[in-house]
């Protein structure tokens, strides 16, 4: 076996240190296109789906930005949204946390908008990727979580004081659709048009006795 020269023994390192160089890019390369793979990290979900957990809007949202995506990450942990700017005409999203009250809100989103939906996409994947798959959190407290939880059902006035209407719809039998349909075995149409009708009584109830 020929001895080889120092100058090609450097040779050699240099080849073999450039190879180390040249694998560890396109593991970094692969690494961030699998990153930018948003169903990674959970699944698309419809709209229904997402306002079943992120049920509210700020009232102006509605006029400068039209959703497009809804998304949920990790089991339900964390909400994704892609929307376009209805101004400038490009795409952002949003991504919900919940609060100390298990209620979802903006956590974090777009610090640039883009020109095309998939963009926005991998936008949101890279930014899961590096601030929560490694750092997640059941919840993300906002400092402000002073009014309780949505509950048409808790009392805040003595019975004495409560409408008629009320103390009929909450406590009936009859009404048991609404407040625990995984008791009963009917169908989830019969459901959700029972919890519709009673909460639009309880608001025509509310509303009358206010005027």
Do not use: C
């Not at 809007?57 to 949204?81: C, D, H, K, T």
């Not at 610090?111 to 936008?123: K, Q, T």
């Amino acid at each position: 076996m020929t001895k080889l020269s120092k100058q090609q023994k450097r040779n050699k390192k240099k080849n073999i240190a450039g190879k180390a160089r040249i694998t560890k890019k396109l593991v970094k390369k692969r690494e961030e296109n699998l990153a930018k793979n948003i169903l990674k990290y959970g699944k698309s979900i419809t709209r229904r789906q997402f306002d079943a957990y992120f049920y509210s809007r700020m009232p102006l949202v509605r006029f400068q930005a039209e959703e497009f995506e809804w998304y949920s990450f990790f089991e339900n942990r964390l909400l994704g949204i892609i929307f376009r700017d209805v101004t400038d005409n490009d795409y952002g999203f949003a991504l919900m946390g919940r609060d100390s009250r298990k209620l979802f809100r903006w956590i974090s989103g777009s610090n640039d908008f883009h020109n095309s939906i998939a963009n926005a996409r991998e936008d949101l994947a890279l930014l899961i990727h590096r601030n929560y798959v490694d750092n997640l959190e059941d919840v993300y407290p906002q400092g402000d979580e002073a009014a309780p939880i949505i509950d048409l059902f808790s009392d805040v006035v003595s019975e004495d004081l409560q409408h008629h209407g009320y103390k009929m719809l909450a406590n009936e039998p009859r009404f048991e659709a609404s407040l625990n349909p995984k008791n009963l075995n009917i169908t989830k149409r019969i459901i959700i048009n029972k919890n519709s009708t009673k909460y639009l009584i309880i608001f025509i109830i509310f509303y009358l006795k206010n005027l």
